[in-house]
């Protein structure tokens, strides 16, 4: 086992009810669930976005936390979110990283690989 390792597992979905396809607005869903299969505990601090729709319109998000909160997560503990993002088109990817810093002072970026928007894929991963 490695000293700072997470999983991480995304499920999307595009919200047909709150989408305007005549307008080309598509809202989607997706939950993220962070598990830390690491040896030591470690907080989620940032989150780092790039959002691209299947036209190939390409914009970053970057911010702190998940959906207002800054998770601690121990050896073995899972946090999982759901937040959202609206594109032009019916389909799109997104990948990115999150910013941690270890209970013993390291610093380091859990990198996202893409995963699909409106496809309902799971993507899962283990990451740094």
Not at 11 to 37: C, G, H
Not at 105 to 116: A, H, L, M, R, Y
């Amino acid at each position: 086992m490695t000293k700072y390792q997470f999983s991480v597992d995304v499920q999307s979905t595009l919200e047909a009810a709150a989408s305007a396809p005549q307008e080309d607005a598509y809202a989607f869903s997706y939950t993220v669930t962070i598990r830390n299969i690491g040896d030591i505990a470690a907080q989620l601090i940032a989150r780092h976005w790039v959002v691209q729709d299947s036209g190939g319109l390409t914009r970053e998000v970057r911010g702190l936390g998940v959906v207002g909160q800054q998770p601690l997560l121990r050896p073995g503990e899972a946090f999982r979110y759901t937040s959202g993002c609206h594109l032009h088109t019916a389909s799109g990817t997104m990948h990115g990283s999150y910013f941690c810093v270890a209970e013993d002072g390291e610093q380091f970026d859990v990198p996202i690989p893409p995963f699909s928007l409106g496809a309902g894929a799971v993507t899962p991963a283990v990451l740094h």
